[in-house]
């Protein structure tokens, strides 16, 4: 694969969309789920207590990848 076939396209990089990508568009949402999931089997008492910790740490971390993921695709990263 060279760098030539990657610039085929006239217009500007920066006009350039995104093209759908499942683990930009769907992981944060999977973060999010599981981090509840978590979070709320250890609040139960299912699971070990270290999972009240990483639980809200997934949440935080999956709207982080939301947000930035749609910063990207609105910059055409």
């Given at each position: 694969m060279s760098d030539?076939?990657?610039?085929?396209?006239?217009?500007?990089?920066?006009f350039r969309t995104l093209r759908f990508n499942p683990l930009r568009e769907v992981l944060p949402w999977v973060v999010?789920?599981?981090g509840v999931f978590q979070f709320i089997r250890a609040a139960t008492g299912a699971m070990d207590s270290v999972f009240l910790i990483i639980g809200p740490v997934l949440i935080v971390i999956g709207i982080s990848a939301f947000f930035l993921?749609?910063?990207?695709?609105?910059r055409g990263i």
């Open positions: 030539e076939d990657d610039n085929t396209d006239a217009r500007p990089r920066r999010i789920v599981v993921a749609r910063w990207m695709k609105k």
